[in-house]
Structures are given as C-alpha cells and as structure tokens.
C-alpha cells in the first residue's frame, strides 16, 4: 500500500511569493496531521484533522499559514505570503483512531525561501 | 522546553554494539512513541509502550517505561550500519489534550 505521500519534495521560491504545500494520507486514516522540522525548534505540530475537520491549529505561527483539507484524500497547506523564517520541512503524517495512535509519516518538502 | 527530551544529542558506536538512548518527560502520559528518521526521510514508528507498561519489545528494540521517574528507553541490540538515523519520543500528554509531543531526537552513527 501507498504510504503518505508529499508534493513536492523541494521548493524554492523567493520572500513574497505563495507556497502550496500537498499532501495525500493513508486511504482509511482518520487523522491528518502537518509539522514542520527546523534545526532550531525541532518538530512542531502545526494543525491536524480528524474526518477533514481541522481540530487543533494552535501551532500554526501567524496568519500567513493556512491549511485545507477538502476530503479524506487530500489536504494542502499554505503559506502567503512567504517568509525566510519559513524555510524548514514540513511534514504531513497520518494516523487512524486517535490523534495519539502511531503516526505515518510523508517524505516531507524540503521548502526554502530566499 | 520540550515535553519529552532525548539523551545523549548524538552517540557513535560500532556495528554489532548495542545502543541506549533515552527520553524524559515532565508530566503525566497516556501513552509513549520511539520513531525514527533517516537522513532526507520521514519519520517512522517503531514501538508504542502504554503508561501501564513497564517494558516492550520489537525485533532488535527494547522499550522500557518508568513513569515514577518520567522516563524512558530505547535499547537497540547488535546494531547495524542500517540502524544510523536520528530516533525520537513521542509523548501523549494527557494535559496537552493527547497530541504527540516530540523530543529533539538522538543521532545515532552506527560505524561498519
């Protein structure tokens, strides 16, 4: 079976710009999660899902971040407009049961900003 | 500071060595994850212990939870060159409304 799976795996774009990051969870998963993974800071839990309803998204930074998740395959997170302090990996995981069960995790997008 | 935090940083061994790492949290858990994470890979679950568990294990992994001392850890035994990877806890703090919480991982070299 298909794990997680990220679009795209590297994006570099200039200060200003949009970034839509992709994400496509584990067919059956109930939870979506999105992290971000920076040298400095480490994992943060930026928002999560459960059946497409966003519960949690008290670590997203500011109001530049949004995230979507429109049906149970697909979710998107947005940055608008972009910062340097942005670049980082962000990470969509997916899980079923529980916000606290074994999470599986995407190869993440590698995201700069110059 | 974080809920759950790893120790050592980074640790080096040889091929065929065990490896010990470990984790402590401040407040009280459901539950506690071990993942991993290869270089330019995502996170992968290794092993879940429960709060009334005292020891797990899972192949070459053995997890042991002490919760009167908010800790836990992470024993690989006869390490291979594949085993190099960063590892990280996860906790399940019942008063972080049961998100998972991660550490800052341990970097483990594992020299052939």
């Known amino acids: 079976d298909a794990g997680v799976i990220q679009s795209p795996r590297h994006e570099v774009t200039e200060m200003g710009q949009e970034v839509t990051l992709r994400c496509k969870p584990i067919?059956?998963?109930?939870?979506l999660f999105w992290y971000r993974q920076t040298m400095m800071r480490g994992l943060e839990l930026l928002i999560y899902?459960?059946?497409?309803?966003?519960?949690?998204d008290s670590g997203m930074p500011e109001d530049r971040f949004s995230a979507k998740m429109p049906n149970a395959s697909f979710s998107t997170l947005k940055i608008q407009p972009s910062e340097p302090r942005d670049s980082a990996v962000y990470f969509c995981?997916?899980?079923?049961?529980?916000?606290?069960?074994?999470?599986?995790f995407g190869d993440g997008t590698r995201l700069s900003i110059l | 500071s974080q809920q759950g935090e790893e120790d050592p940083q980074a640790l080096s061994i040889q091929e065929g060595e065990n490896a010990t790492m470990n984790c402590s949290y401040k407040?009280?858990?459901?539950?506690l994850q071990w993942y991993r994470q290869n270089s330019g890979r995502g996170l992968v679950h290794l092993i879940l212990?429960?709060?009334?568990?005292r020891e797990k294990h899972s192949g070459r992994l053995r997890v042991t939870l002490d919760t009167s001392k908010k800790s836990s850890s992470l024993l690989i035994t006869a390490s291979r060159a594949a085993d190099t990877a960063s590892y990280f806890c996860?906790?399940?703090?019942?008063?972080?409304?049961?998100?998972?919480?991660f550490g800052g991982g341990t970097r483990v070299l594992v020299k052939p």
């Open positions: 995981a997916s899980s079923f049961g529980g916000s606290n069960q074994p999470q599986h």
């Open positions: 067919s059956g998963h109930d939870y």
């Open positions: 899902f459960n059946n497409n309803v966003p519960i949690d």
């Open positions: 407040t009280s858990i459901n539950n």
């Open positions: 212990i429960r709060s009334n568990e």
């Open positions: 996860a906790t399940d703090a019942i008063a972080a409304g049961n998100k998972l919480t």
